[in-house]
């Protein structure tokens, strides 16, 4: 009996001594919400005031990237500190472990990473196949960051961004979110988050990616980037980029630009659907998008009587709209096939999971197949409202 006591009593007491062993008190963590990562340049190296001045990191053989983080003054934001509304660190080395490792030894609070918005990489990287392959690697075996978060790329380098000053928002990450989610409204930027480009990358080897640029105080995402083959092989534009989140059933809303007679006509698209399908007809592949789209008569011409309320003159906005935007998404369809031979739709993993018989004939020619394909385009645009009239 007096045993059970005791280990009774010895239970009761360690539940009671316990702790958290591993407890970061919430004002020493540096809560990181947006990374930097470049290609190392010797040249600016030796320029790059806030990196290490250690031997080791001075040493150019051992140096591949360049990472910055930033993370904000929460004393600043709160209203009860002074200072720069945000701290910025930069470091280099052979890997991403090695840079964080001496990060840590630099910044007097404990980096954290559950909260990061966005990791930015330069084009000079992301144009490096072996170094981007790392660097995805490295991301996607971390624990802390997760798959909902952007990964994006910048035609210049990545630590120009997190040096931008905004004057809207002083935490970068949460700007760069809000602005991501703005922009998904004109669908003239990539809806894609890092899970999505991992699993592309994984299924087909070809993934679109954000493009976000800056000046010297403002943000601009627009556009996106094409990685084929585990690296960027080039740009999309704004309007491009909205005819492939077509061809991904990935509109929100967006307006489109429809000419009439001798008038611009804009069309505010509030509802759409899209259709895709690879088949094969007469020994050649096919892969058709079927759209259906709604949308409203943003603007017509003051002091026209009549035009927007006939029927007649509706229906044949709706056909020019309509064919107007088939040879949109072609076009941008044949650019992708021409310029970068980059299965973007995903063409080879439909007939993979729907027409595995084709799939086996053409499955080990794919990457020269694909840029023979032909595409059709059906598109239904039906416009349901007009505005306020006379």
């Not at 030796?46 to 001045?53: G, R, V």
């Not at 601009?220 to 534009?237: D, Q």
């Amino acid at each position: 009996m007096r045993k059970w006591r005791m280990l009774c009593i010895g239970i009761i007491s360690s539940l009671l001594i316990t702790g958290c062993w591993d407890k970061v008190e919430i004002e020493k963590r540096a809560f990181v919400a947006l990374i930097g990562i470049d290609k190392f340049d010797s040249k600016d190296g030796k320029k790059n005031k806030d990196s290490d001045k250690t031997k080791e990191s001075q040493d150019i053989s051992r140096n591949k990237y360049v990472i910055t983080i930033a993370y904000p003054n929460t004393g600043v934001i709160a209203g009860k500190g002074e200072g720069e509304s945000k701290y910025i660190y930069a470091s280099v080395g052979q890997n991403i472990r090695d840079i964080l490792g001496s990060l840590n030894n630099r910044i007097a609070r404990v980096m954290f990473f559950r909260h990061t918005k966005a990791i930015v990489l330069g084009k000079a990287l992301a144009s490096d196949e072996k170094m981007l392959r790392e660097v995805l690697d490295a991301i996607e075996r971390s624990p802390e960051i997760g798959r909902k978060i952007n990964l994006m790329i910048t035609p210049g380098e990545a630590k120009e961004i997190l040096n931008t000053s905004t004057k809207d928002e002083p935490v970068l990450g949460l700007f760069i979110r809000e602005l991501m989610e703005q922009s998904k409204r004109s669908a003239r930027m990539a809806d894609a988050d890092f899970g999505y480009i991992l699993r592309s990358l994984h299924e087909s080897k070809v993934a679109i990616t954000p493009r976000i640029l800056s000046s010297k105080d403002q943000f601009k995402i627009a556009g996106s980037a094409v990685l084929k083959n585990f690296k960027m092989v080039g740009e999309l534009g704004e309007l491009e980029t909205r005819n492939v989140m077509f061809m991904f059933d990935k509109i929100q809303s967006t307006v489109i630009n429809v000419k009439v007679d001798d008038l611009i006509i804009p069309i505010g698209m509030t509802d759409s659907k899209t259709k895709m399908k690879v088949f094969e007809k007469d020994g050649e592949l096919y892969t058709s998008f079927d759209i259906e789209a709604e949308g409203d008569l943003e603007q017509h011409m003051f002091e026209v009587k009549g035009q927007p309320l006939d029927n007649k003159y509706i229906q044949k906005v709706e056909k020019i709209a309509s064919k107007t935007f088939e040879k949109q998404i072609e076009a941008t369809y044949k650019k992708i096939q021409k310029d970068f031979g980059a299965d973007l739709v995903q063409a080879g993993e439909y007939l993979r999971k729907h027409e595995p018989d084709t799939w086996k004939k053409v499955e080990k020619d794919w990457d020269e197949i694909f840029p023979t394909t032909k595409v059709k385009v059906n598109v239904a645009i039906k416009i349901r409202r007009i505005g306020v009239t006379q």
